[in-house]
């Protein structure tokens, strides 16, 4: 079947700008996350979705950033005026249910974020 | 705060040979679950091997293997009969162990470039 999707795989924006990344998870899975890649750096956690609701928000670094699932399936992150410094590859992953950490995480190819 | 050290920012071994990957980790957890991702250049995260701490038999996944040892705090991959394929980009992370609707956030390391010369 299908894994995630993300759209677009390339974004080039300027310093200021609105940007919104979608991710499409697996069809069924209820838990989603959004990590962000900085250049030579590991993922790190931004969010996290258990059906529609944010149920764990302490990655997001600040108030630019915002995140939707309206329907429990496709999410959308959304950065407000954006710096040279949210520059970073947006990696989005989704999971089965509520059961243990045993279920991994498929991760999608991720986005490509350029701020100018 | 747990926290995720690799010390090895690049690595390269000869296609057919052994390499070992270094992962260490600090947390006052007693039960969490450990991974080796692989990061092609393709940018997709993929699952390589999965450890939980409570099993103190080591986890084989075909030529992967690592060594787990849990009073150093330290999760090792080796990598057998290396191929080319295998060139990529390899986090180590680590992950609470919680039931129920708790976040089980993956914590990475910085991630070891890893080339297999032919």
């Known amino acids: 079947g299908a894994g995630v999707s993300q759209t677009p795989s390339n974004k080039v924006t300027e310093k200021g700008k609105y940007v919104e990344l979608r991710c499409d998870p697996i069809s069924g899975h209820t838990a989603l996350y959004w990590y962000r890649q900085s250049l030579g750096q590991g993922p790190e956690f931004l969010i996290y979705f258990q059906g529609t609701g944010a149920a764990d928000d302490s990655g997001l670094p600040n108030d630019r950033f915002f995140a939707v699932r309206p329907e429990g399936s496709v999410s959308t992150l959304k950065i407000q005026r954006t710096e040279r410094g949210d520059s970073a590859v947006y990696l989005c992953a989704s999971r089965p249910g509520l059961a243990g950490g045993h279920n991994e995480q498929f991760f999608g190819p991720g986005t490509r974020l350029t701020v100018l | 705060a747990q926290t995720v050290t690799q010390s090895q920012p690049e690595m390269s071994v000869q296609e057919a040979e052994t390499v070992t990957l270094s992962c260490t980790y600090d947390t006052s957890e007693n039960n969490y679950y450990l991974f080796w991702y692989k990061q092609p250049p393709s940018r997709q995260m993929i699952l390589v091997i999965r450890?939980?701490?409570?099993?103190?038999q080591n986890a084989t996944e075909n030529r992967f293997s690592v060594n787990f040892q849990k009073a150093a705090k330290s999760f090792s991959l080796k990598i057998s009969d290396s191929q080319l394929g295998d060139t990529a980009m390899y986090f180590c992370a680590f992950m609470k162990h919680r039931y129920g609707g708790a976040t089980n956030k993956l914590i990475f390391g910085t991630g070891t470039l890893l080339a297999v010369q032919p």
């Open positions: 450890q939980e701490a409570y099993k103190q």
